[in-house]
């Protein structure tokens, strides 16, 4: 087996554990919907297996094609519903990493961009977002928005506020 590196999302390498697919299959798998479409061990272990054969020949692969081969190894395999498990976690995370990502971009619009150029920073009139505490106003107010449609709000709410289909005036944790 030549496989050596993985290469993160961030562009890191990283030691190849053939435990994290394992492991990633296994939680996939603790989601299924039935008892009956649960895989046993030695499922999981087959599925893995599949995707350690598929891979092995590459010097490096990134996270993302990995979880591709594992996608397919579990239709292959015919665990659909724990494909399905799969897949939607990667959505899930994928959203995730999309909303963290506007947040730092919305972090870094407070700090550097001045008050004339950016609407965010002159949305309340009562705050002088140009001065430190302003900022850190700002900054905890778009971090609550943040956690609150990522964490706390049902998705069908939080979806229907991003499409403006309901506007939720403060999004505040108490």
Do not use: C
């Not at 092995?56 to 591709?68: G, K, P």
């Amino acid at each position: 087996m030549k496989l050596k590196t993985v290469i993160k999302r961030s562009g890191n390498p990283v030691e190849y554990d053939r435990e994290k697919i394992f492991n990633a299959i296994a939680g996939a798998n603790n989601d299924a919907t039935t008892a009956a479409d649960k895989l046993r061990q030695a499922d999981i272990e087959k599925v893995a297996n599949a995707v350690e054969l598929e891979i092995s020949e590459r010097e490096s692969i990134s996270v993302e094609e990995i979880q591709d081969e594992v996608e397919k190894a579990l239709m292959a395999n015919g665990f659909f519903d724990v494909a399905k498990q799969f897949i939607v976690y990667r959505q899930k995370h994928s959203q995730r990493r999309i909303a963290q990502k506007k947040l730092m971009d919305t972090y870094k619009d407070i700090f550097f961009a001045d008050s004339v150029s950016v609407d965010l920073k002159r949305d309340n009139a009562n705050i002088n977002t140009d001065a430190s505490m302003g900022i850190m106003l700002k900054l905890g107010a778009e971090g609550a928005k943040h956690f609150v449609d990522n964490y706390v709000l049902p998705e069908e709410f939080a979806t229907a506020d991003k499409e403006n289909w309901i506007h939720i005036h403060e999004k505040v944790v108490a």
